[in-house]
């Protein structure tokens, strides 16, 4: 899928972290994409996908459409360290 306009770029990275937590339960890839989006993206990216996400149907993801229903009920299988990376401690990166 060609990224022609800001939405088709948010369709097409949404989708690349879903193809990440494709290998994991359906419940922990969920709480892995939401938890992601929540974390990294801006809230204008966010809501911008959100409203987007309807008139692009299958071109997005169904985990990513699931992840955008709210609040996951599962954990992330990634390590809270990874996913709060401020969170300096056990397991934090110490890269730069």
């Known amino acids: 899928m060609s990224a022609t306009n800001p939405n088709d770029k948010l369709v097409r990275m949404a989708n690349q972290i879903a193809l990440f937590f494709r290998s994991y339960p359906e419940d922990e890839a969920v709480a892995g994409i939401h938890k992601h989006i929540v974390a990294f ?53 110490d890269a730069g």
């Open 41 to 93: 993206w801006t809230p204008k990216m966010r809501r911008d996908l959100e409203a987007y996400a309807g008139e692009v149907g299958d071109r997005l993801d169904a985990l990513v459409h699931k992840a955008l229903e709210g609040e996951p009920t599962a954990d992330s299988p990634v390590r809270p360290a990874t996913r709060d990376p401020q969170l300096a401690g056990e397991g934090a990166s």
